[in-house]
C-alpha cells in the first residue's frame, strides 16, 4: 500500500485543519487506517484510526478534538483536527495495516508525514 498524506500548514492556535491521505496498491477498504504524530525530539504518538469496518478510536489527548473519517470510494482516509493547541505542532503520519492497534511499531505501511505547525 502507498500512502500521500497532505494538507498540513502553519495556522494559528485554535484554528483547525483536515489532513487527507490517500492510498494505492491494494484494496483500500480491506485495511485499518491510523494516524499518527511526531514532535520534534519525541517518540511517534498514536492520535486516531478507524478500522475497515469504519468505527473509530482517539487517543485520549485529542479526543473531542479530532475526527477520523474515510471514503472507500475515493480511497481516501481523513483527520480533522480542532481547536489546534501550539503542543499540537508535530509530522503528522498516516498508515495502514489490516490490524489496528495504538502502538506504531505495529502498523505495516507509512505515508511520507505532513508538517503542522500551530503558532501561539
Known amino acids: 500500500v502507498q500512502l500521500q498524506a497532505s494538507g498540513g500548514g502553519l495556522v494559528q492556535a485554535g484554528g483547525s485543519l483536515r489532513l487527507s491521505c490517500a492510498a494505492s496498491?491494494?484494496?483500500?477498504?480491506?485495511?485499518?487506517m491510523g494516524w499518527f504524530r511526531q514532535a520534534p525530539g519525541k517518540e511517534r504518538e498514536f492520535v486516531a484510526a478507524i478500522s475497515s469496518g469504519g468505527s473509530t478510536y482517539y487517543a485520549d489527548l485529542v479526543k473531542g478534538r479530532r475526527t477520523i473519517s474515510r471514503d472507500n470510494a475515493k480511497n481516501t482516509v481523513y483527520l480533522q483536527v480542532n481547536k489546534l493547541k501550539p503542543e499540537d505542532t508535530a509530522v503528522y503520519y498516516c498508515?495502514?495495516?489490516?490490524?489496528?492497534?495504538?502502538?506504531?511499531?505495529?502498523?505495516?505501511?507509512w505515508g511520507q508525514g505532513t508538517l503542522v505547525t500551530v503558532s501561539s
Open positions: 496498491g491494494r484494496t483500500f477498504s480491506n485495511y485499518a
Open positions: 498508515a495502514a495495516d489490516k490490524s489496528l492497534s495504538s502502538r506504531y511499531d505495529q502498523w505495516d505501511y
